[in-house]
């Protein structure tokens, strides 16, 4: 019987307009799941979402990729949800979010040591007056709007630690620890020559945003506010520093009592 469902979602497919590529990877997919419930001797009323975590796995044990596990997740999901709409069968028993895989694929990874040296350089060789700012960015994970908004008041030093003082939407403050040594003490250096001026970075949001990604275009680094986000978190939780903590400085909502003596060890101190 499932077979004939199958045929009728196929046929339905294929008066929608769907592109034989796309027809044929549905096939594929539906006729592998199809046989595995036969081999399980399961009635179509008894797969449940216990049935469908099964075949995830039995696809799992056949050596398929992450990703084609998922696309015949996506299938199925869809399959259903045809045969739920047009009353064939009450409910979907494939639930997406928690049988889907997230695999490392999917997950933004932090720059190499080889990428940071490759942007400094063209950095420094193509535009070494926005060589600060992008190198902030990197240093101290904020995004291109908290960026822009920096006054040199904002520039921090207590103790010889030196922070980005960062106003959150509910009108707080936050101190960011910065990692990176170079990046500074050049920052404190321009701020010494340009402590008249009313903002540290004279440039626009739009124009940051335009400049990095025209520098993932020259040296083939995917330049994005995630990944910047992921390689300065991952740098503070290599160097010991608690997920609590790091959620506080990266600005989520946290009820932690927090001074800047808790965060000298992760800090560039000059």
């Known amino acids: 019987m499932l077979h004939d469902f199958i045929k009728i979602y196929i046929k339905n497919l294929k008066s929608s307009g769907k592109s034989p590529k796309t027809i ?9 799941y199809n046989k595995w419930r036969i081999e399980n001797t399961l009635l179509i009323k008894e797969v449940g979402r216990d049935s469908i975590l099964r075949f995830r796995n039995t696809l799992l044990n056949e050596g398929l990729k992450p990703a084609t596990v998922n696309l015949c997740l996506n299938v199925l999901y869809s399959f ?5 709409n047009e009353g064939y069968l009450k409910g979907n028993p494939v639930n997406i979010k928690k049988n889907r895989l997230f695999f490392e694929y999917n997950q933004v990874k932090p720059f190499t040591a080889p990428e940071i ?6 950095l420094t060789n193509n535009s070494p007056e926005l060589r600060i700012p992008i190198l902030l960015l990197l240093s101290s994970g904020l995004s291109v709007k908290e960026l822009t908004k920096l006054t040199p008041a904002d520039i921090v030093l207590i103790k010889r630690h030196i922070f980005l003082k960062v106003r959150t939407s509910s ?5 960011v620890p910065l990692i990176n040594d170079e990046t500074a003490r050049e920052l404190l250096i321009l701020i010494i020559n340009n402590y008249k001026e009313f903002r540290v ?4 949001e739009k124009s940051i945003k335009r400049y990095l990604n025209f520098i993932s275009e020259q040296v083939g680094i995917i330049i994005s506010f995630k990944k910047i986000r992921k390689n300065y978190t991952e740098h503070l ?3 010991g520093c608690p997920r609590g903590l790091v959620r506080w400085i990266i600005g989520y909502r946290s009820a932690l009592k927090v001074s800047p003596e ?3 060890p992760y800090t560039v101190k000059v």
């Open 80 to 84: 259903y949800d045809f045969l739920s």
């Open 24 to 32: 044929s990877t549905y096939s594929y997919a539906l006729q592998k």
């Open 262 to 264: 808790d965060l000298f």
């Open 171 to 175: 009108k707080a403050t936050r101190l």
């Open 237 to 239: 939780i290599n160097t």
């Open 117 to 122: 040296i490759q942007i400094e350089a063209f």
């Open 201 to 204: 970075f004279p440039v626009s």
